[in-house]
């Protein structure tokens, strides 16, 4: 099975820009988080999806949104950028099988430079 | 409000020898514990995780040992071998919370040959 896979892998962008990241989940797997890595703040998570809802939200201002497709890819964006948003999102995806907790297997990341 | 914490941002042991790695949280709601071990320029890869029903999971080389009382998780890798060398991090969810994990920010292993 291939693993889950982000697009694009590196994007400079500068200030007042905005920003589309794109990932696909392993086949099969419904569920699909973001998470934002910073040498200040560590590993964050900003959101996830689940069957084309939003289903969990971290602490990120509205200028972060993401969504969904029917075929469980993800897409998220930024608008607005800030030289602060310079980071690995980092996208991870989930079979969602019911009960109990169900393991994230997690993408190689988008790194964005925000100039 | 650092809800994980991993206390020792790096740690160097000898081929062969015991890393222990350690990690505290303070949200009383976490119920499910993660490990995942990180390369640079890859996504963190999952080791082994513990529930809150047990205080010990053990998967090969690694074991992960939970004090519920104390709000403390360790990581034993035994024997550690160069291969280890990475990052390492611990993660705690809510199983109410589906797969929002809070991560601690890190500890850099370096397994000495």
Redesign the interface.
């Known amino acids: 099975k291939a693993g889950v896979t982000q697009t694009p892998r590196y994007l400079i962008k500068t200030r007042g820009q905005q920003v589309t990241l794109s990932c696909s989940p392993i086949s099969g797997h419904r569920s699909v988080s973001w998470y934002q890595q910073t040498p200040g703040q560590g590993l964050q998570f900003l959101f996830e999806y689940f069957s084309e809802t939003q289903r969990n939200k971290g602490n990120f201002p509205g200028r972060f949104s993401g969504r969904q497709f029917s075929n469980s890819r993800s897409e998220m964006n930024v608008s607005t950028l800030e030289l602060g948003d310079s980071a690995l999102y980092l996208c991870a995806s989930s079979p969602q099988v019911a009960g109990g907790y169900n393991e994230q297997f997690f993408g190689p990341g988008t790194r964005l430079t925000v100039l | 409000d650092q809800q994980v914490k991993q206390n020792s941002p790096s740690l160097s042991v000898q081929e062969g020898r015991i890393s222990i790695l350690n990690c505290d949280y303070t949200n009383s709601m976490f119920d ?1 514990f993660l490990w ?1 071990k990180k390369y640079p ?6 080791l082994i ?1 513990i ?1 809150s029903i047990k205080d010990k999971n053990e998967d090969g080389r690694f074991t992960v040992f939970l004090n519920k009382s104390a709000k403390h998780l360790s990581l034993h890798i035994v024997p550690s071998q160069p291969g280890d060398s990475a990052v390492y ?1 611990c ?1 705690a ?1 809510p ?1 109410a ?10 500890t850099r292993v370096l397994v000495k040959p």
């Open positions: 499910y995942y320029a890859e996504g963190p890869t999952f995780s529930s991090f993660a969810t199983k919370a589906g797969n929002k994990l809070t991560f601690g920010g890190g």
